[in-house]
């Protein structure tokens, strides 16, 4: 029988409640900033302001495909349930980021480029990658075994992760439609205004927090239902 | 055997091997065989028959965004699209993007003429990576509506 229950020594102080306040402040904040002190953009407008939400989800959805990785791998290694709660939960919220971001940027693809959708390259491989962390989700439904779930999810994990770095670069790998990175760049500093980079990054702090908030609630709700699981048996 | 190696490390490692067979793959081909645009230069070296359906990306060269107003409310555009090297004159009668500026990128779809020029069904505009405020009593350069 594999140890599965956390050993409680000290109690962990609470706080997940703290984490959900300086979420909801800070995406407040940041929300405001976007709207009202960003400067217009000399070129589009108003319309380019989704690009605090847009951005930010993209990066994080990267991000949770990363932990996903890393968390599939430890659980393959040293078999702890608690990496495949970490893999299920960034997982999850990975794939709602990248819904997000898939939406905000269609919603500012059509009054500025023209279309709400093209296949071109960047749109591609995000939709790829979109489908493949779904595609996760459901593979883990197949099984009741718990180890047999976990090990098939965990390979899958780190073969899935091999696309998110293929998204950032296939704007450089091919001729497309979405433009260049602005900040994720190699040559030169980010191409934005400085009001607008603060503004990005008061938005990426904020999703960041929520990430967390998110993270630590699915992480503790996954523990608890396998602590249930192995309690029955 | 399996127990002896231990399955385990058999199955990170084939994980790993395929993720990186994958990843070559996908990283070697995506760039040529996924052609979402062709550029005038590439398009003339191609020589792209007339009536075939593909998608040009370049440049609105200056001076060449132009409008012509035609019986019962039709309008009919035609711009230069460039890459410094081939110029296509693109013919379009459908309704082009705000963001359509010359100097700026765009991407149009559609099919070569017989005479050379491109007859575009539709034309999508392309913004580049940069973000800037727009420099005091001037108006940002989006237009609303054409001309």
Redesign the interface.
């Known amino acids: 029988m594999i140890e599965t229950t956390i050993p409680r020594g000290t109690p962990l102080p609470r706080i997940r409640p703290w984490l959900g306040i300086a979420a909801a402040a800070s995406f407040v904040v940041a929300s405001a900033m976007a709207l009202f002190w960003a400067?217009?953009?000399?070129?589009?407008?108003d319309?380019?302001r989704i690009?605090y939400v847009h951005v930010p989800l993209a990066w994080l959805a990267y991000l949770a495909f990363v932990v996903v990785f890393l968390a599939s791998?430890a659980w393959?290694?040293t078999?702890r349930p608690f990496f495949d709660a970490v893999a299920v939960a960034s997982a999850e919220i990975g794939v709602l980021f990248t819904g997000l971001f898939l939406v905000a940027g269609s919603i500012w693809a059509k009054?500025?480029?023209?279309?709400w959708w093209?296949?071109?390259?960047r749109l591609?491989?995000t939709a790829i990658m979109f489908v493949m962390y779904v595609g996760y989700l459901l593979l883990r439904g197949l099984s009741t075994d718990f180890s047999r779930r976990a090990?098939r999810a965990?390979?899958f994990g780190?073969?899935a992760?091999?696309?998110v770095p293929?998204v950032h670069l296939?704007v450089l790998?091919?001729?497309?439609?979405h433009?260049?990175?602005?900040v994720l760049r190699i040559a030169g500093s980010p191409?934005?205004?400085t009001?607008?980079l603060v503004t990005l990054m008061a938005s990426l702090g904020a999703y960041t927090l929520v990430y967390a908030y998110f993270m630590s609630a699915r992480v503790s709700l996954e523990l608890a239902r396998q602590g249930r699981l192995w309690t029955r048996t | 055997m399996l127990e002896r190696i231990g399955a385990?490390r058999v199955?990170?490692v084939?994980?790993?091997g395929?993720?990186v067979l994958?990843?070559t793959v996908?990283?070697t081909n995506?760039?040529s065989s996924?052609?979402?645009?062709?550029?005038p230069s590439e398009a003339k070296a191609r020589n792209i028959p007339s009536k075939q359906i593909v998608r040009l990306?370049g440049q609105v060269k200056a001076d060449t965004l132009k409008v012509a107003f035609g019986g019962g409310g039709t309008a009919t555009f035609s711009l230069v699209i460039t890459d410094g090297v081939e110029d296509v004159l693109v013919i379009a009668d459908g309704?082009?993007?705000?963001?359509?500026?010359e100097g700026?990128g765009a991407?149009v779809e559609g099919a070569f003429l017989p005479d050379g020029t491109f007859h575009a069904d539709?034309?999508?505009?392309?913004?580049?990576?940069?973000?800037?405020?727009?420099?005091v009593g001037?108006t940002?350069?989006?237009r609303t509506s054409f001309p």
């Open positions: 400067p217009t953009d000399a070129v589009q407008g319309v380019y690009l791998v393959l290694w078999k009054p500025t480029w023209g279309v093209t296949w071109e390259p591609v491989t090990t965990a390979v780190i073969v992760v091999i696309d293929i296939s790998w091919a001729n497309s439609l433009q260049l990175p602005t191409a934005l205004d009001p607008m | 385990r199955l990170i084939a994980a790993l395929v993720a994958v990843g996908a990283a995506l760039a996924t052609v979402y645009y062709l550029t990306g309704a082009l993007p705000g963001l359509l500026r700026a991407v539709q034309v999508i505009a392309k913004h580049d990576e940069v973000y800037t405020a727009p420099t001037a940002p350069a989006h």
